[in-house]
């Protein structure tokens, strides 16, 4: 596989895939942290203001497969196994999306120097996650991104009921079908961005998946955490986006209560990060560079 293909997450087939991953991966700085809270591991690249990337769920550190390549040179970029998810081990019960924010505010304890502010990003499942964390009492969150997180208690979750079951005993090539069709279902807009390396990293992270995710994204506890945020409040959607329920603008409205910035990626679906990966980095990059008056909306 060329450097220039590594760069750009660029996969011709599942052989290439895997080693776009394997090669990522090989330059991370791997770390397993034990909390009082549960356990987690992380992969860091770089070195600079902390960058935080949660995950959707059933998923792992890999969603960010096209975002982490643009930041790890200008950022210290710290992707998550969420407990229960990917290589980390299962969270105690019971499972919520504050226990779960606390061993991730518990784990950063760790790797992050104290006082320092950092910058989280969280996608889907992750996005409850990052504003459960951020809306915590003294948290350390400069400003916090949700990608196109489901469903603020607002309605439906899409077309979840549709999606097909994929036995874990299936191998990639008996699956990769399946994995197809979900992913047009559900992830991606346009079924032209279904490609190898979308498939190896959904196959992949469904081998891993045991924390079932979407009953807490279904308890609409977001909704609840963003007025409690302190620090600035962003949002990136797809228009696409089939989890987008009922509507984009019922979910700009929240955000413009608490007083966040609100954009919309045009032609893309739910997994905008991978989809519209050059928009959507160079947008991320923007919303975390500009200044914004400091604003807390905890009351």
């Known amino acids: 596989m060329s450097s220039a293909k590594l760069l750009t997450g660029e996969a011709q087939n599942d052989e290439d895939a895997r080693a776009y991953i394997a090669q990522l991966a090989a330059s991370a700085q791997r770390s397993e942290i034990n909390t009082s ?22 998923g792992s550190w890999t969603h960010w ?6 930041f790890m040179h200008s950022r210290h970029v710290l992707a998550a196994d969420l407990p ?54 003294d948290s350390p969150v400069r400003k916090v991104v949700i990608v196109g997180s489901p469903p603020f208690g607002l309605g439906s979750t899409g ?28 992830m991606l807009a346009d079924a032209r961005g279904v490609d190898a390396l979308s498939m190896r990293v959904h ?32 949002g990136i959607w797809g228009d696409a986006d089939v989890t987008a329920y ?20 045009a032609g893309v679906g739910h997994w905008a990060a991978y989809e519209a990966a050059g928009e959507f980095n160079e947008l991320l990059e923007q919303r975390l560079r500009e200044d914004r008056p400091e604003v807390s909306t905890k009351g």
């Open 37 to 58: 809270f549960g356990s987690m591991v992380w992969h860091g690249w770089g070195q600079g203001r902390p960058l935080v990337l949660l995950h959707g769920g059933s």
């Open 246 to 265: 009922p509507d984009l603008q019922s979910i700009r409205d929240l955000f413009s209560a608490c007083k966040g910035q609100f954009d919309v990626l």
């Open 203 to 234: 196959h992949d992270n469904l081998c891993r998946s045991r924390l079932r995710s979407r009953k807490i994204a279904r308890a609409g506890t977001l909704q609840q955490a963003l007025p409690r945020i302190r620090g600035q409040l962003y």
């Open 65 to 70: 497969i096209r975002t982490i390549p643009y």
């Open 84 to 137: 229960g998810l990917g290589d980390s081990p299962d969270p105690p019960q019971p499972h919520s999306a504050d226990g779960l924010a606390q061993i991730v505010a518990s784990a950063l304890e760790q790797l992050v120097p104290a006082q320092t502010e950092i910058d989280v990003v969280g996608f889907s499942f992750g996005g409850i996650i990052a504003g459960h964390f951020a809306a915590m009492n």
């Open 159 to 186: 077309p979840s009921s549709e999606v097909r079951a994929v036995d874990p005993a299936l191998d990639f090539e008996q699956a990769k079908e399946l994995h197809r069709f979900n992913l047009e279902l559900f």
